[in-house]
Structures are given as structure tokens and as C-alpha cells.
């Protein structure tokens, strides 16, 4: 339920706020009360760490005040509002205590007993925990009536989302006090139950699981699992970025507590965590994590031994380009290469669907011309550049051949033979398929050295992403060839292996169905996990508007491609999919999903 609904049900006033712990989320907490015209009394245990702490509120007001979102006089106002100490005591009188120490239930735990004996009895006690029992914590203390959750997200004074759990035991209206709180912060509520990760970190942290289990196996580099989600997913942040933010001894304290609670293997914490951890790399706050950093808490990151740079082999030359296909794809394509000044030859199967793409491509380039992204001189070119035909033959001095024809292998096979045959030697043959293993299709030709994926996102024109997919047979060149053809082309390429969903549908397709499940299990509802994830985390959509967009029989066929490939419990499609799928919601397309557009 998000609480903005009933904001007015909260009836307490609160003045004085107390936030234990300055640290990450601590220090961003005391700056967003303060800011909001609250006393505020920050505590941590040594003058060492309160230090740091007002380091922490004095970097961001400073940012905030640089970037104009501040006046420098509130900034003062603010600073004036704000008691810094080491002594609990100076909580005694406080209305609220936020907690916001290390993720460790026996040191939460000790923090609440005391603040319980330290506090006024009406005071409400509430933690910042994003992954331990709220009702462990509150057991600590004589009024586990008065405690809840109040999960803050990282920037805190940035991101809006606030979830408030509410235990078995929490009295309502403790509740009700503390959303309207949160609204008067200009925040967010949402209130939800006591089950660990909530609703938003329970859908973040197997994702940023699995994209630490993609590093560790080198199965692509930080730079590039970070730019394809960003890029391919319109993320504010990679995810390996992300936990440097975090922590990541706060992340693997978030992922151990959610497993041992679920006892799923999607959020065993990958083994690297614990050794950067334990090795002291735990992200911005020390300065060195999956990246390095200027300085700790800097957000500047410069280079390191990890840094790789591309291996140095010279390009095939590319200047003539086949397109096989009719589709959006390969009109897309054909699109993206005529304009950055190559030759492309576009096959379609019959003259109708020749003359379809080259229609397609016109109305695009058009299309870029009215909105001014375009000259009139330069859409003329690019279309003088473009031949279409129906013979395949065409195509046989060709420099590089992309692929993008419908998504069956055994269609998509008997073309790579076919090309095989037509082109001259030392020509690329590159694939777009999304699912299919590019080895598959290598096979299928005398020159597997030669055949690389090329994963281009819908719609090409505008997505700068492109999956370069090696093989076990691909030659380095023919990598080198494809990245040059992708950044002559304004593209940004990311290079992986040839393993189902690639980078980011490999990322993104098991987040979907967890948010599935989460539905299914009626832990909260679809407006309330698309809002946690938008508003949490910022992401553009929430997972149930971009199924509904995606379609869910697309989905649902990614799901079982990951399920089948890896075989992991956890990724076998969620019942409810499967059922909205054959009861044909397939989202937009169809009117309804997992909402109904039909008069939208
Ligand atoms: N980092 C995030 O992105 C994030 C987001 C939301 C919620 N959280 C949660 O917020 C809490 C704090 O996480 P963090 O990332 O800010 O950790 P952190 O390590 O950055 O900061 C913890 C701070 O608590 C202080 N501290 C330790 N023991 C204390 C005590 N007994 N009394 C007072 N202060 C004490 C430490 O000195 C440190 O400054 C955790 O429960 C975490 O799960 C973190």
C-alpha cells in the first residue's frame, strides 16, 4: 500500500530526531531531516568517527550548495539545527531515533536495548536496517509496539523512497505517524511487512549478485557489465557501481541475512565480496572497491591495474556492409550503417520487402531531419549509400554481414551456410540473435574464426548499446573489426561471451521474475514494486511496466532460455507469467498484462 493515500491518518508531531550511526546512510539521514527544518541530534560512539560523520553532512551540503540546489545560508541554518555528540544521553528527549549502524543484528540490537532505557517511553524507535528482522530488533527493547523500519535509500537526500515496515507488533497509527513523516520529508512511503530486503532490495541485491558472479568469472570486464546495463536498461548506475556506493560490506551482510531468510542460492553472496571485504576494498567509503577512487568517499575514479585495455590487433577493413532481414531490427541497422558513412547492401526476401525497408529507412531518416538531428544533405547520403535486393549473391564482396532475420535456429543456420558459400573469404559474419548460441550458428560455416554476435537494442537508431559475442572460435580480429564498425557508428560496444541473454538480459530477465514472484507470493502489489524500483532506485520503469512493454510471451521465452542454459532453480519462469501468457495477457500489444491498458 503506498502510504501518500492516507498521509493525513499520521496525527504526531515530531520535533526532535535522533539518527545513530553517520556513516553512508546515517549522514544523509541527519541531512535530510535537518534540511527539512528538524532538530536533529547526530550521534557516534568516538570523536574520531563524529568527525567523519560531519565530514560526510558537510561534503554533501557543500556538493548541494556548489551545484545551486542550497542556498549557502540555509546550508548554516541547517548546520545550526544539527547537534553532533558521542553521548546517547542527548537522545533522551528525542521523539524519533532513526538507527543506521552497520548491518549486524547483535550490535542493533544492543543499540535499541539502550536507547529503550535512555528514551522517553512515547519515544518511536525506528532502524534503517535494509535486511534484518525489524522484529528481532524490536524484541530488544520494552516497546517493540514503537519500533519499525524506516528504510532510507542511498543518496538519501537524492532518492525518494522510504519503506516503512510495519511488524506484527507495531501499532498502526505508529505506523500511519511515521509514513506521514516520511511525506513531510518529501519522501515516498510505502509500508510493508517484515521480510528481508523489502521490496526493493529483495528484487536489487540477486541482480547485483549475479552481476558480481559475471565478474568474477571474467565472463565480461566492470567496465563493460556496467555500461551494458546502464546503456541496454537506462539504469542511473551499473551495478558493480552501484555496490561500490553501498559498501560492499553492507551488501554482504544484506545478501547473507536474505539468504539464510530464503534459502535462495540467487543471493549467496558471490565469494569475491567477502574477499574485497575482507581485504578492506569496500568500495567509495575506502576508495577502492570494484573501481579505484580518488580518495575515499570521493565518487572520482581513476585508472588501475584492473583497467584492461583492448589487445592490440589491426581491423579487418570494412567499407561494404550486408544486411540480411525485413524486420525492425534490420531496418534499424541497415539505418545506423548507412549513416555513419558505410555501404550497405539490405536483402530482403522479395522486391515488397526490399522496397518495405528502404521505405522504413527513409521515414526514419526523415524523421531525424524534422527534429533537427539530421541534415537534409546528410539523409540524402545516407540513403544513396543503401542498395536494396532480394539476391543474396549481392552480397558476395561484402566486408561484414549482419544477420537479422527471424529468431529460429534452423532458419538462421541454413543462412550462415548459404553465406558461407556466397561470401569471399575473410568476410565477417555477424549475428543479432538475442537467444540463440552464436556457436550454433558457426557451425553451420567453414569459417567459425570469422562469425561474431552482434546484439544491437531495439530501436538501433537510438540505443548505443551493441553485445559484441565472442565464441570459443571467434578470431580477435574479427572482435577488433565489429568494435570499430560499432564506435564508427556512434555505438557503444560491450564485449562477452557466448552464454544465453549475453549481458543484460542475463542481468535483467531473472530480476523480472523475482519482482513475479513477489507479486505472486502477495507481499505487496504491481503499483508498489514498480514504484519501489523507480522511485528507490531509479530506475525508468518498474519491472511489471516494462514486462507489460517488453511483452510477456518474450519474456516469457528469454526466462526459459536462462532457465534451460543454467539450470538454476531460481530462474525458472514464475508460475504467474506462465499463466498470464497462456490466457494471451500479453501486455501493450494486447491491451492487457500485468495491467490493463485497454482505455489508457
Ligand atoms: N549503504 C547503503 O546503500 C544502505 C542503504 C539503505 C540502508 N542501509 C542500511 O543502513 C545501515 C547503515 O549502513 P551504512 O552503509 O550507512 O554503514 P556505514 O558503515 O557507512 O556506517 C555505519 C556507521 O555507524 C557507526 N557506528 C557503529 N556502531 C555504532 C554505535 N554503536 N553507535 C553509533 N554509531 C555507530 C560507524 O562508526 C559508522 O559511521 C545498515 O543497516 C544498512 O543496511 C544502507
Not at 525 to 552: H, S
Amino acid at each position: 500500500m503506498t502510504a501518500e493515500s492516507n498521509s493525513t491518518a499520521g496525527s504526531r508531531e515530531f520535533h526532535r530526531i535522533g539518527v545513530v550511526g553517520l556513516g553512508t546512510m546515517g549522514a544523509g539521514i541527519v541531512e535530510v531531516f535537518a534540511r527539512n527544518g528538524f532538530e536533529v541530534v547526530g550521534v557516534e560512539p568516538s570523536e574520531e568517527s563524529l568527525a567523519r560523520g560531519r565530514g560526510h553532512v558537510e561534503n554533501s551540503t557543500h556538493r548541494a550548495v556548489s551545484r545551486g540546489k542550497l542556498a549557502a545560508e540555509d546550508q548554516q541554518a541547517m548546520f545550526d539545527r544539527i547537534t553532533f555528540t558521542t553521548s546517547m544521553e542527548e537522545l533522551a528527549d528525542a521523539d524519533l531515533v532513526v538507527e543506521a549502524i552497520p548491518e549486524r543484528l547483535d550490535l542493533k540490537r544492543e543499540v535499541f536495548a539502550t536507547l529503550d532505557k535512555l528514551c522517553r517511553d512515547d519515544t518511536v524507535l525506528a532502524t534503517n536496517t535494509s535486511s534484518l528482522s525489524v522484529t528481532e530488533i524490536s524484541v530488544a527493547t520494552a516497546r517493540p509496539s514503537r519500533v519499525v523500519g524506516m528504510h532510507f535509500f542511498n543518496p538519501a537526500p537524492v532518492l525518494k523512497l522510504v519503506e516503512v515496515v510495519q511488524t506484527v507488533v507495531t501499532e498502526q497509527q505508529v505506523v500511519d505517524d511515521v509514513a506521514a513523516l516520511a511525506g513531510r520529508l518529501g519522501k515516498v512511503p510505502v509500508v510493508i511487512g517484515d521480510k528481508a530486503g523489502f521490496i526493493a532490495n529483495a528484487l536489487l541485491f540477486g541482480y547485483l549478485n549475479h552481476a558480481v558472479g559475471m565478474y568474477e568469472a571474467r565472463y565480461a570486464t566492470r567496465e563493460d557489465i556496467d555500461a551494458a546495463m546502464k546503456l541496454g536498461c537506462g539504469l542511473p548506475m551499473g551495478p558493480l557501481q552501484l555496490l561500490d556506493l553501498i559498501g560492499l560490506d553492507t551488501a554482504y551482510e544484506i545478501l547473507d541475512t536474505m539468504y539464510k531468510q530464503g534459502r535462495d542460492r540467487l543471493h549467496a553472496p558471490a565469494p569475491i565480496l567477502k574477499q574485497m571485504m575482507t581485504a578492506g576494498l569496500r568500495g567509495r567509503k575506502t576508495g577502492r572497491g570494484f573501481y579505484t577512487y580518488e580518495a575515499p568517499d570521493s565518487p572520482v575514479v581513476v585508472p588501475d591495474a584492473v583497467a584492461v585495455t583492448a589487445p592490440e590487433v589491426p581491423a579487418r577493413p570494412v567499407q561494404r556492409v550486408g544486411v540480411v532481414g525485413s524486420g525492425t531490427m534490420a531496418a534499424g541497422i541497415v539505418e545506423v550503417l548507412a549513416k555513419a558513412g558505410y555501404d550497405v547492401t539490405a536483402v530482403a526476401r522479395g522486391a515488397e520487402k526490399v522496397a518495405a525497408v528502404r521505405q522504413a529507412v527513409a521515414r526514419s531518416l526523415e524523421k531525424g531531419v524534422l527534429r533537427g538531428k539530421l541534415s537534409e544533405q546528410e539523409r540524402d547520403a545516407a540513403l544513396s549509400r543503401l542498395h536494396g535486393t532480394a539476391r543474396l549473391d549481392d552480397l558476395a564482396d561484402c566486408d561484414l554481414l549482419v544477420e537479422a532475420v527471424v529468431e529460429e535456429l534452423s532458419i538462421k543456420q541454413a543462412l550462415f551456410s548459404t553465406l558461407d558459400e556466397i561470401c569471399k573469404p575473410g568476410a565477417i559474419l555477424a549475428t543479432t540473435t538475442s537467444s540463440l548460441g552464436v556457436i550454433d550458428l558457426a557451425a553451420a560455416t567453414s569459417r567459425p574464426q570469422d562469425v561474431v554476435g552482434m546484439h544491437f537494442f531495439n530501436p538501433a537508431p537510438v540505443m548505443k548499446l551493441v553485445e559484441v559475442v565472442r565464441t570459443v572460435s571467434t578470431a580477435e580480429d574479427v572482435v577488433a573489426s565489429v568494435r570499430e564498425v560499432c564506435e564508427r557508428a556512434g555505438k557503444h560496444p560491450v564485449e562477452c561471451g557466448d552464454r544465453a541473454g549475453f549481458v543484460v538480459n542475463a542481468l535483467l530477465f531473472p530480476y523480472l521474475n523475482d519482482a513475479v514472484k513477489m507479486l505472486q507470493a502477495r507481499y505487496a502489489d504491481v503499483d508498489d514494486i514498480d514504484n519501489a524500483m523507480k522511485v528507490g532506485c531509479g530506475y525508468p520503469m518498474g519491472p511489471f511496466e516494462l514486462l507489460d512493454v517488453v511483452g510477456l510471451d518474450v519474456s516469457l521465452a528469454i526466462e526459459r532460455t536462462l532457465y534451460l542454459e543454467y539450470r538454476e532453480p531460481g530462474y525458472a519462469p514464475a508460475p504467474l507469467l506462465e499463466h498470464l501468457v497462456t490466457a494471451g495477457y500479453l501486455g501493450r500489444k494486447t491491451g492487457r498484462g500485468f495491467r490493463d491498458h485497454a482505455g489508457r
